[in-house]
């Protein structure tokens, strides 16, 4: 043991290899036992339109990721098309994220003990966002490896810390920027324990960082600008998103007479309606949406907070242990941790719902970056309540992993095998082409067969494909659905949409259609809306 010890000291390329090799044995066994999902539809929908399944070929507008990143996905796709590249990247990018942070763990951490926490703390948490696969989580992830390389690295290995952040940022800008943000006080523990302001290494590498992130987001919007398709597009979803994301959208009764009630109780219901909602339309709406009073903001981030409570919980007591047992010079670092995750709650919240993405995100830096908090304050060494904190968490992620893990097969199981029955029943005839209606289970999907799994060509998505140039020449208007385009929805939601589709059709086309239920399952019917 004492020469493999010495061994690992003296040889920090092996400490590093092994590492990343006990993650991925790691990452195997949660893939083994486990049951590995998407967060949401988003992820399948970009990983269809890097693969070339959706529209027919390979492409590199993802929507919400960048378009270099895009290329890059395209380029893979082009070179072996069996392979879900999308998925195996995001892994890929983990494993590296979870190794270079335990790998500090391990060269840096004092007490042998207390590595063994943190590490678990890392995997556990981890573990926790592989659950549910997500870009956002994913770019947080990464951008927090990259970070800890920044400020504890020497100049060669920075380099790779400024690489990874430039990734983070093209996978998710906001996300890579949100751990920035809330990881940004360590970034002044030097400054306050020799009371001298210096610019070091770390901030030169950080500052080069955040201009080939911000170069990369303006490459990204000037090539959305350039062609006008999607730049009509991308304006268009930016205000749909904010109207759906909005907790103050119920205004049917506010309208305008141009917009018809149907059309818009349907945008709300992620099943718009291209036709009749466009940019103008939504442009229109938003402006709606931008007079809330004080108090209604005060009131939505209160009831945001209510619903996040156990996890703003959870990052204030990590604060407040640290604050406890730091030296006086660096009781300011988790006040400054917890005021940025306030102002960006309060933020978030005034206006639209705080997703668990969102969350996980800023909390990850947080628990992340408590070695290097550790390694650098002698008074926290000191506490025996951190390896005892470290156990109930770890505990906590492991909980919550498996029992997300179940109720994703059960929902897998009750709910996508019958869709899917429906669906293959459906399209495996001649000429037949669907539009399922928000509920189905496509995150359900094996995330290393999503391409395989797709009718390509004969199903397009709605709700924030809405007016997508993917979308011209499958679901431009509901007449693809006067023209005998099925459409799945739930039992218990046909009587209410199948009304609002009918009311906007008639508005909009002038023609009266009548639905007629073609596939029905216990929970699920596939319909056509016939004149």
């Known amino acids: 043991m004492n020469k493999l010890k010495h061994v690992l000291s003296n040889s920090p390329k092996l400490q590093i290899v092994l590492i990343v090799l006990l993650t991925i044995v790691i990452y195997w066994c949660v893939n083994a036992f486990l049951f590995i999902r998407f967060e949401a539809n988003d992820d399948i929908a970009m990983a269809l339109f890097a693969s070339g399944s959706y529209s027919g070929m390979p492409n590199e507008h993802l929507v919400f990721i960048n378009f270099i990143f895009g290329f890059i996905l395209k380029f893979l796709y ?6 879900e590249w999308y998925t195996y990247s995001f892994l890929a990018l983990q494993i590296l994220s979870v190794s270079i942070i335990v790998n ?28 549910l696969l997500q870009f956002t989580t994913t770019a947080a992830m990464v951008a927090t490896a990259g970070l800890l390389l920044t400020v504890n690295s020497k100049r060669g290995i920075s380099y790779m810390g400024i690489v990874l952040i430039i990734i ?59 062609e006008q398709e999607w730049k009509d597009y991308v304006a268009f979803n930016a205000f749909r998103g904010k109207i759906n994301d909005n907790p103050n959208n119920d205004i049917s009764t506010q309208l305008p007479d141009d917009i018809l009630p149907a059309d818009y109780t349907l945008l709300v219901n992620f099943f718009a309606n291209p036709q009749a909602i466009d940019l103008p339309t939504v442009q229109k709406i938003y402006g709606l949406l931008e007079k809330p009073s004080l108090y209604d903001r005060l009131l939505n981030v209160i009831s945001e907070f209510r619903r996040t409570i156990a996890g703003t919980a959870f990052l204030v007591m990590i604060a407040t242990l640290i604050f406890l047992f730091a030296e006086q010079r660096l009781k300011i670092i988790p006040v400054l941790i917890v005021c940025n995750y306030l102002v960006i709650f309060i933020y978030l919240s005034s206006n639209a719902f705080v997703k668990p993405r969102v969350f996980l995100s800023a909390l990850y830096p947080v ?22 904190a470290s156990v109930i968490v770890s505990l906590l992620f492991v909980y919550q992993t498996i029992t997300i893990s179940k109720e994703s097969e059960e929902i897998r199981d009750a709910h996508l095998s019958e869709q ?30 999503i391409s395989n799994l797709f009718y390509s060509g004969q199903m397009h998505f709605s709700g924030w494909l809405t007016q997508s140039p993917y979308n011209y020449s499958g679901f431009s208007s509901f007449k693809k659905l006067i023209d005998g385009s099925g459409m799945i929805i739930s039992n218990s939601k046909y009587d209410m949409i199948t009304q609002l589709i009918r009311e906007s059709i008639s508005h909009n086309n002038h023609v009266d259609v009548t639905p007629v239920i073609i596939e029905q399952s216990e929970q699920y019917m596939i319909i056509e809306f016939r004149k």
């Open 168 to 226: 983070a940022s093209l996978i998710r800008f906001n996300a890579a920027m949100l751990v920035v943000l809330m990881a940004s006080p360590v970034f002044i523990i030097d400054a306050l324990k020799n009371k001298v302001v210096r610019i070091k290494y770390a901030h030169i590498t950080l500052a080069i960082s955040l201009c080939f992130c911000l170069g990369a987001k303006l490459a990204d919007t000037y090539y959305y600008q350039h």
């Open 104 to 131: 500090y763990i391990s060269s840096h951490t004092i007490s042998k003990f207390m590595k063994v926490c943190f590490a678990l703390v890392c995997y556990t948490l981890s573990i926790r966002l592989l659950i």
């Open 367 to 388: 628990v992340m970056l408590l070695p290097f908090i550790y390694n650098e304050n002698v008074n926290i060494r000191k506490t025996k309540l951190l390896p005892v």
């Open 420 to 449: 899917q029955d429906l669906i293959d029943k459906y399209l495996n005839q001649e000429n037949h082409h669907l539009i399922p209606f928000k509920g189905y289970s496509v995150a359900y999907f094996n995330i290393f067969n």
């Open 78 to 83: 082009q070179f072996n098309s069996s392979i």
